[in-house]
């Protein structure tokens, strides 16, 4: 039976610096400069105040996890 490829995350422009802090063990948010909420997945578009001027901020690792999901993804083939 031939092996199935993991699925793997797909950097692009948007989330690049993203994964690049991943690399170097940082974890880094985009920052919304008008406004200056945090919005996490990497988008274009600040979805509170709608303004395209953002910086990456790196997190201090001091925090609380309230919750947390994981994401499955769906097999490639039908499973029979």
Known sequence: MAEVPR???WPGPINQEYYDG?????L????CKKCSKF???PIEMC???NSFD???ARCS???????YT???AAMPFPWV
């Open 7 to 9: 699925l793997a995350p």
């Open 22 to 26: 991943l690399k170097r063990h940082e």
């Open 28 to 31: 880094l948010l985009q920052r």
């Open 39 to 41: 919005r996490f997945w």
């Open 47 to 49: 979805p509170y105040c």
């Open 54 to 56: 953002h910086e990456w």
């Open 61 to 67: 690792g001091k925090g609380t996890v309230h919750s």
């Open 70 to 72: 994981i994401q499955h």
